[in-house]
T-cell receptor, first 114, second 110 residues
Framework: ETGVTQSPTHLIKTRGQQVTLRCSSQ?????VSWYQQALGQGPQFIFQ???????GRGNFPPRFSGLQFPNYSSELNVNALELDDSALYLC?????????????FGPGTRLLVL | GQQVMQIPQYQHVQEGEDFTTYCNSS?????IQWYKQRPGGHPVFLIQ?????EVKKQKRLTFQFGEAKKNSSLHITATQTTDVGTYFC??????????FGTGTRLTVIP
């Protein structure tokens, strides 16, 4: 597989709660990107981290935040969960940020907000 | 804003038939990448196209980038049941961010 792992695989939360999703990138991959994939749609870019700094952000509100750690792991935090946050959350790692770099996706975390 | 549409949205084919999905952008595409996502799975990188008019082949799969870099296509010859899944094109924008198309879900009937 891709060498990218995510935890947990599934999660159920209630509206208003907070959630932390985790990703472990391939060793040596300094870039991690997070995507949200709603049912039946394509993944949407949330944000990207490069060497522990945010390096770009999609059209998501500030209650979506992230962290990247020196050991190639990262987190996606979502505060004040809403029903529409129910989705598959994917992380993808790549060696750098240059054009043409392949992104390697993890298996995703399926979040259900009730 | 940018829109990347794929047609058709769904396609059912008999095993052995050919399949094509088209990716059309409202703006000029930077680099186009194609991904396959099996049901219940995650996107898996297939290929990247960079140059205008570029054509690449992977066994039964043929990928094409339009001359104006506003469209791309994926053609599968003689589909097999292992080809089942959703095929996404994605524009690689900015610092290696991916803007995904709407996807085409392929069903192959044995």
């Amino acid at each position: 597989e891709t060498g990218v792992t995510q935890s947990p695989t599934h999660l159920i939360k209630t509206r208003g709660q907070q959630v932390t999703l985790r990703c472990s990138s391939q060793s040596g991959h300094n870039t991690v990107s997070w995507y949200q994939q709603a049912l039946g749609q394509g993944p949407q870019f949330i944000f990207q981290y490069y060497r522990e700094e945010e390096n770009g952000r999609g059209n998501f509100p500030p209650r979506f935040s992230g962290l990247q750690f020196p050991n190639y792991s990262s987190e996606l935090n979502v505060n004040a969960l809403e029903l529409d946050d129910s989705a598959l959350y994917l992380c993808a790692s790549s060696p750098g940020t240059g054009p043409g770099e392949t992104q390697y996706f993890g298996p995703g975390t399926r979040l259900l907000v009730l | 804003g940018q829109q990347v549409m794929q047609i058709p949205q769904y396609q059912h084919v008999q095993e052995g038939e050919d399949f094509t999905t088209y990716c059309n952008s409202s703006t000029t595409l930077s680099n186009i990448q194609w991904y396959k996502q099996r049901p219940g799975g995650h996107p898996v990188f297939l290929i990247q196209l960079v140059k205008s008019g570029e054509v690449k082949k992977q066994k039964r799969l043929t990928f094409q980038f339009g001359e104006a870099k506003k469209n791309s296509s994926l053609h599968i010859t003689a589909t097999q049941t292992t080809d089942v899944g959703t095929y996404f094109c994605a524009d690689q924008t900015g610092a290696n961010n991916l803007f995904f198309g709407t996807g085409t879900r392929l069903t192959v009937i044995p």
